[in-house]
Protein backbone atom coordinates (compact mmCIF):
# COMPACT_ATOMS: atom_id res chain seq x y z
CA UNK A 1 0.00 0.00 0.00
CA UNK A 2 2.64 2.56 0.55
CA UNK A 3 4.00 1.99 -2.67
CA UNK A 4 0.63 2.20 -4.25
CA UNK A 5 -0.04 5.48 -1.88
CA UNK A 6 3.50 7.23 -3.47
CA UNK A 7 3.05 6.17 -7.31
CA UNK A 8 -0.76 6.19 -7.72
CA UNK A 9 -2.16 8.54 -5.24
CA UNK A 10 0.33 11.39 -4.02
CA UNK A 11 -2.76 13.37 -2.96
CA UNK A 12 -5.77 11.52 -1.31
CA UNK A 13 -8.55 10.16 -4.00
CA UNK A 14 -11.60 11.63 -3.07
CA UNK A 15 -14.08 8.52 -2.80
CA UNK A 16 -12.76 4.97 -2.95
CA UNK A 17 -14.82 1.46 -2.49
CA UNK A 18 -13.58 -1.42 -0.91
CA UNK A 19 -15.68 -4.96 -2.40
CA UNK A 20 -15.34 -7.51 0.08
CA UNK A 21 -14.21 -5.72 2.87
CA UNK A 22 -14.21 -8.08 5.31
CA UNK A 23 -13.16 -6.55 8.81
CA UNK A 24 -12.21 -3.25 6.70
CA UNK A 25 -8.39 -3.36 7.53
CA UNK A 26 -7.78 -2.00 4.24
CA UNK A 27 -10.21 1.10 4.20
CA UNK A 28 -8.27 1.79 7.17
CA UNK A 29 -5.60 1.37 6.42
CA UNK A 30 -6.39 3.60 3.41
CA UNK A 31 -7.47 6.34 5.37
CA UNK A 32 -4.53 6.23 7.43
CA UNK A 33 -2.06 6.12 4.41
CA UNK A 34 -3.51 9.00 3.10
CA UNK A 35 -4.98 6.91 -0.03
CA UNK A 36 -8.34 8.18 0.03
CA UNK A 37 -10.47 11.25 2.02
CA UNK A 38 -13.24 8.75 1.93
CA UNK A 39 -14.80 4.89 1.54
CA UNK A 40 -17.43 3.13 0.87
CA UNK A 41 -17.72 -0.95 1.71
CA UNK A 42 -19.54 -4.20 1.27
CA UNK A 43 -19.15 -7.39 2.07
CA UNK A 44 -21.32 -10.80 2.12
CA UNK A 45 -21.32 -10.95 6.24
CA UNK A 46 -23.33 -8.92 8.61
CA UNK A 47 -21.01 -9.80 11.37
CA UNK A 48 -17.70 -8.64 9.42
CA UNK A 49 -19.33 -5.22 8.70
CA UNK A 50 -20.07 -4.98 11.97
CA UNK A 51 -16.95 -5.76 13.40
CA UNK A 52 -15.86 -2.84 10.27
CA UNK A 53 -17.99 -0.24 11.77
CA UNK A 54 -16.80 -1.34 15.23
CA UNK A 55 -13.23 -0.75 14.00
CA UNK A 56 -13.66 2.49 12.16
CA UNK A 57 -15.11 3.96 15.42
CA UNK A 58 -12.43 2.94 17.67
CA UNK A 59 -9.65 4.48 14.64
CA UNK A 60 -11.56 7.97 14.60
CA UNK A 61 -12.54 7.06 11.02
CA UNK A 62 -16.40 6.35 11.42
CA UNK A 63 -17.45 9.40 9.48
CA UNK A 64 -15.17 9.01 6.69
CA UNK A 65 -15.91 4.99 6.18
CA UNK A 66 -19.53 3.93 5.08
CA UNK A 67 -20.44 -0.26 5.34
CA UNK A 68 -22.96 -2.11 4.00
CA UNK A 69 -24.28 -5.89 3.62
CA UNK A 70 -24.87 -6.90 0.57
CA UNK A 71 -24.63 -9.94 -2.15
CA UNK A 72 -21.61 -8.68 -3.99
CA UNK A 73 -22.41 -11.45 -6.91
CA UNK A 74 -25.86 -9.40 -7.96
CA UNK A 75 -23.91 -6.16 -7.17
CA UNK A 76 -25.28 -2.76 -8.93
CA UNK A 77 -22.93 0.17 -8.40
CA UNK A 78 -24.17 4.10 -9.63
CA UNK A 79 -22.51 5.71 -12.91
CA UNK A 80 -19.02 7.14 -12.51
CA UNK A 81 -19.64 7.58 -8.65
CA UNK A 82 -15.87 6.13 -7.57
CA UNK A 83 -12.41 7.09 -8.00
CA UNK A 84 -10.75 3.93 -6.67
CA UNK A 85 -12.52 0.26 -6.03
CA UNK A 86 -10.55 -2.18 -4.46
CA UNK A 87 -10.54 -5.97 -3.93
CA UNK A 88 -7.84 -7.62 -1.40
CA UNK A 89 -8.45 -11.18 -1.41
CA UNK A 90 -12.24 -10.87 -2.15
CA UNK A 91 -12.75 -11.00 -5.58
CA UNK A 92 -11.88 -14.70 -6.18
CA UNK A 93 -14.89 -15.32 -4.17
CA UNK A 94 -17.08 -13.64 -6.70
CA UNK A 95 -19.27 -16.30 -8.69
CA UNK A 96 -20.28 -13.55 -11.11
CA UNK A 97 -16.75 -11.80 -11.72
CA UNK A 98 -17.63 -10.34 -15.39
CA UNK A 99 -20.66 -8.97 -14.09
CA UNK A 100 -19.52 -7.56 -10.69
CA UNK A 101 -16.12 -5.71 -12.96
CA UNK A 102 -18.45 -4.41 -15.78
CA UNK A 103 -20.01 -2.90 -12.75
CA UNK A 104 -16.69 -1.56 -11.48
CA UNK A 105 -15.55 -0.12 -14.54
CA UNK A 106 -18.91 1.59 -15.02
CA UNK A 107 -19.02 2.61 -11.44
CA UNK A 108 -15.57 4.30 -11.92
CA UNK A 109 -15.46 8.05 -12.73
CA UNK A 110 -13.09 8.64 -16.11
CA UNK A 111 -9.67 7.68 -15.14
CA UNK A 112 -10.60 6.27 -12.04
CA UNK A 113 -8.31 3.32 -10.77
CA UNK A 114 -8.91 -0.83 -10.01
CA UNK A 115 -6.81 -1.85 -7.58
CA UNK A 116 -6.54 -5.99 -7.04
CA UNK A 117 -4.62 -8.12 -4.55
CA UNK A 118 -5.72 -11.25 -5.22
CA UNK A 119 -5.39 -15.55 -5.76
CA UNK A 120 -6.09 -15.64 -9.42
CA UNK A 121 -4.90 -19.26 -10.13
CA UNK A 122 -6.97 -22.40 -10.86
CA UNK A 123 -10.48 -22.31 -9.83
CA UNK A 124 -11.10 -25.12 -7.47
CA UNK A 125 -12.93 -27.57 -10.03
CA UNK A 126 -9.89 -26.69 -12.76
CA UNK A 127 -6.83 -28.50 -10.26
CA UNK A 128 -5.07 -31.22 -11.71
CA UNK A 129 -1.15 -32.85 -11.10
CA UNK A 130 0.15 -30.13 -13.19
CA UNK A 131 -0.67 -27.37 -11.11
CA UNK A 132 1.17 -28.71 -8.36
CA UNK A 133 4.17 -30.52 -9.65
CA UNK A 134 6.85 -28.51 -9.15
CA UNK A 135 5.76 -27.98 -5.63
CA UNK A 136 4.82 -31.45 -5.09
CA UNK A 137 8.61 -32.42 -6.25
CA UNK A 138 10.31 -29.49 -4.12
CA UNK A 139 8.44 -30.75 -1.29
CA UNK A 140 9.62 -34.49 -1.88
CA UNK A 141 12.82 -33.28 -1.94
CA UNK A 142 13.39 -31.77 1.19
CA UNK A 143 14.77 -33.42 4.06
CA UNK A 144 12.33 -35.69 6.25
CA UNK A 145 12.48 -33.86 9.42
CA UNK A 146 12.14 -30.48 8.01
CA UNK A 147 7.97 -31.45 7.27
CA UNK A 148 5.47 -31.48 9.50
CA UNK A 149 3.45 -33.96 7.32
CA UNK A 150 4.49 -37.02 5.19
CA UNK A 151 2.17 -35.31 1.68
CA UNK A 152 1.65 -31.91 0.02
CA UNK A 153 -2.05 -30.30 -0.26
CA UNK A 154 -3.43 -28.23 -1.96
CA UNK A 155 -3.74 -25.10 0.31
CA UNK A 156 -7.63 -24.40 -0.46
CA UNK A 157 -10.26 -24.64 2.15
CA UNK A 158 -12.29 -26.20 0.05
CA UNK A 159 -15.10 -26.73 2.66
CA UNK A 160 -15.96 -22.94 1.47
CA UNK A 161 -17.96 -23.43 -1.32
CA UNK A 162 -16.95 -19.69 -2.32
CA UNK A 163 -13.28 -20.17 -2.17
CA UNK A 164 -11.62 -19.90 -5.97
CA UNK A 165 -15.10 -20.55 -7.19
CA UNK A 166 -14.00 -18.58 -10.20
CA UNK A 167 -10.47 -17.41 -9.59
CA UNK A 168 -9.13 -18.53 -13.11
CA UNK A 169 -11.26 -16.05 -14.69
CA UNK A 170 -10.15 -13.05 -13.12
CA UNK A 171 -6.60 -12.09 -14.87
CA UNK A 172 -8.40 -12.08 -18.53
CA UNK A 173 -11.64 -10.06 -17.74
CA UNK A 174 -9.27 -7.86 -16.41
CA UNK A 175 -7.31 -7.50 -19.00
CA UNK A 176 -10.39 -7.20 -20.97
CA UNK A 177 -12.13 -4.77 -19.70
CA UNK A 178 -9.50 -2.10 -17.95
CA UNK A 179 -6.10 -0.72 -19.39
CA UNK A 180 -3.57 -2.58 -16.75
CA UNK A 181 -1.30 -0.47 -15.78
CA UNK A 182 1.06 -2.81 -13.21
CA UNK A 183 1.05 -6.32 -13.12
CA UNK A 184 2.95 -7.52 -9.83
CA UNK A 185 2.77 -11.05 -9.65
CA UNK A 186 4.37 -12.35 -6.51
CA UNK A 187 4.30 -16.09 -7.11
CA UNK A 188 2.83 -18.72 -4.32
CA UNK A 189 3.51 -21.36 -6.82
CA UNK A 190 6.15 -23.33 -4.56
CA UNK A 191 6.08 -21.46 -1.27
CA UNK A 192 2.37 -21.60 -0.79
CA UNK A 193 2.01 -25.19 -1.20
CA UNK A 194 5.22 -26.19 0.99
CA UNK A 195 5.47 -23.52 3.49
CA UNK A 196 2.91 -24.75 5.38
CA UNK A 197 3.80 -28.40 5.47
CA UNK A 198 7.34 -27.44 7.13
CA UNK A 199 8.10 -27.29 10.60
CA UNK A 200 9.23 -23.99 11.51
CA UNK A 201 11.43 -24.36 14.62
CA UNK A 202 13.55 -27.23 12.87
CA UNK A 203 13.38 -24.92 9.96
CA UNK A 204 14.76 -22.08 11.79
CA UNK A 205 17.75 -24.37 12.63
CA UNK A 206 18.68 -25.58 9.50
CA UNK A 207 21.77 -25.03 7.88
CA UNK A 208 21.13 -26.59 4.72
CA UNK A 209 19.64 -23.47 2.97
CA UNK A 210 16.04 -25.12 2.45
CA UNK A 211 14.16 -22.40 2.63
CA UNK A 212 16.34 -19.84 0.32
CA UNK A 213 16.28 -22.79 -2.12
CA UNK A 214 12.42 -22.79 -2.48
CA UNK A 215 12.45 -18.71 -2.68
CA UNK A 216 14.79 -19.33 -5.54
CA UNK A 217 12.94 -22.33 -7.18
CA UNK A 218 9.85 -20.07 -7.69
CA UNK A 219 11.87 -17.03 -8.68
CA UNK A 220 13.09 -18.96 -11.34
CA UNK A 221 10.54 -20.11 -12.45
CA UNK A 222 8.25 -17.91 -12.60
CA UNK A 223 11.49 -15.88 -14.61
CA UNK A 224 11.71 -18.38 -17.40
CA UNK A 225 7.54 -18.17 -17.64
CA UNK A 226 7.10 -22.24 -16.92
CA UNK A 227 4.56 -21.24 -14.57
CA UNK A 228 1.94 -18.49 -14.11
CA UNK A 229 1.93 -16.63 -10.61
CA UNK A 230 -0.99 -17.52 -9.02
CA UNK A 231 -1.22 -14.37 -6.95
CA UNK A 232 -0.35 -10.64 -7.99
CA UNK A 233 -1.44 -7.15 -7.66
CA UNK A 234 -2.98 -5.61 -10.58
CA UNK A 235 -3.50 -1.13 -11.21
CA UNK A 236 -5.69 -0.26 -13.93
CA UNK A 237 -7.65 2.56 -15.49
CA UNK A 238 -11.37 1.89 -16.53
CA UNK A 239 -11.33 1.28 -20.44
Same mark, same amino acid.
Given at each position: ????????????????? $??????????????????????????????????????????? *?????????????????????? %??? *????? /????????? &? /??????? /????????????????????????????????????????? @??????? !??????????????????????????? %???????? !????????????? @?????????? !?? $????????????? $???? &? /??????
Amino acid at each position: MEWFAQKFAPEPLPLGL $SIGCGTGLLERDALAKGICERLAGVDFSAEAIAEARRGAEEAG *FARRLEYRVGDINALHLPAERF %DIV *FFHGS /LHHVHQVEH &V /LGQVRAA /LKPGGLLYLDEYMGPSRSEWTDANWGFARSAFDALPPELKN @RPALAIP !LPMDDPSESVRSSAILPCVRRLFDVRE %DRPYGGNI !LWFVFPCLDVARL @REDETGALSG !LI $SLEDHLLEKGWVE $SYFR &V /LVANRR
